[in-house]
T-cell receptor, first 114, second 114 residues
Framework: DAGVIQSPRHEVTEMGQEVTLRCKPISGHNSLFWYRQTMMRGLELLIYFNNNVPIDDSGMPEDRFSAKMPNASFSTLKIQPSEPRDSAVYFC????????????FGEGSRLTVL | AQSVTQLDSQVPVFEEAPVELRCNYSSSVSVYLFWYVQYPNQGLQLLLKYLSGSTLVKGINGFEAEFNKSQTSFHLRKPSVHISDTAEYFCAVSETGAGTALIFGKGTTLSVSS
C-alpha cells in the first residue's frame, strides 16, 4: 500500500513567486494534516481537514497561505507570494478514523525561497 | 489548547547506555500522547502511543514510555541504545475525541556514539 505522497520533494524559488505543494493521502484515510518544520519553531500545525472539510486553519501564518482539499485523494498548500521566511520543510500527514489513529507522514517538501 | 515541552533539545549517549527523553504536556482536557521518531530526510514514524489503561506503554525498537497524570509527563525510555537509534524524537499530544490534531513538541536529538 502506497504511503502519503508529496510533491515536489525539493523546490527552490525566488521571493514573490507562487509555490504549490501537493499531497496524496493514503487511500481510506479521512483526515489530512499540513505541518511546517523549521529549526527555530519545530513542527507547527498549519491546517487540517476531516472528510475534506477544513477544521482548523489557525496555524496558517497569514493570508499568503491557502490550502484546499477538493477530494479525498488530493490536497494542495499554496503560498502566494512566497518570502524567504517561508523556507522550511512542509509535511503532509493522513489518518484513518478519529484521534486515536496513527498519523502517517509523507517524506516532506523542502522549500527554499531566495 | 494543548502544548508540549520537550525538556532537552539534545541528548548525547554512548552505545548500550540507557536513555530517557523527557516530555511534559499541558492541557485542560483529557489527552492522548504519542512519541514519533524522525530519521534524517524522512517523515515521522510512530514509536508508541498512550490512549488509556496501563500507564506503561511499549513501542517499537525496544522503546517504552510512562504516562504520569499527576506530573503531566510522558517520558520515553530505552534500557540500551544502539547507533541506529540516532534520530530526532518528537512528543505529541491531542485532545481525546474524534478528529483532533496532534500538537508536537520541538523535538529532542538523540545522538548515540560508540
Amino acid at each position: 500500500d502506497a504511503g502519503v505522497i508529496q510533491s515536489p520533494r525539493h523546490e527552490v524559488t525566488e521571493m514573490g513567486q507562487e509555490v504549490t505543494l501537493r499531497c496524496k493521502p493514503i487511500s481510506g484515510h479521512n483526515s489530512l494534516f499540513w505541518y511546517r518544520q523549521t529549526m527555530m519553531r519545530g513542527l507547527e500545525l498549519l491546517i487540517y481537514f476531516n472528510n475534506n472539510v477544513p477544521i482548523d486553519d489557525s496555524g496558517m501564518p497569514e493570508d499568503r497561505f491557502s490550502a484546499k482539499m477538493p477530494n479525498a485523494s488530493f490536497s494542495t498548500l499554496k503560498i502566494q507570494p512566497s518570502e524567504p521566511r517561508d523556507s522550511a520543510v512542509y509535511f503532509c500527514a493522513s489518518r484513518r478514523g478519529g484521534g486515536t489513529g496513527e498519523l502517517f507522514f509523507g517524506e516532506g517538501s523542502r522549500l527554499t525561497v531566495l | 489548547a494543548q502544548s508540549v515541552t520537550q525538556l532537552d533539545s539534545q541528548v548525547p549517549v554512548f552505545e548500550e547506555a540507557p536513555v530517557e527523553l523527557r516530555c511534559n504536556y499541558s492541557s485542560s482536557v483529557s489527552v492522548y500522547l504519542f512519541w514519533y521518531v524522525q530519521y534524517p530526510n524522512q517523515g515521522l514514524q510512530l514509536l508508541l502511543k498512550y490512549l488509556s489503561g496501563s500507564t506503561l506503554v511499549k513501542g517499537i525498537n525496544g522503546f517504552e514510555a510512562e504516562f504520569n497524570k499527576s506530573q503531566t509527563s510522558f517520558h520515553l525510555r530505552k534500557p540500551s541504545v544502539h547507533i541506529s537509534d540516532t534520530a530526532e524524537y518528537f512528543c505529541a499530544v491531542s485532545e481525546t475525541g474524534a478528529g483532533t490534531a496532534l500538537i508536537f513538541g520541538k523535538g529532542t536529538t538523540l545522538s548515540v556514539s560508540s
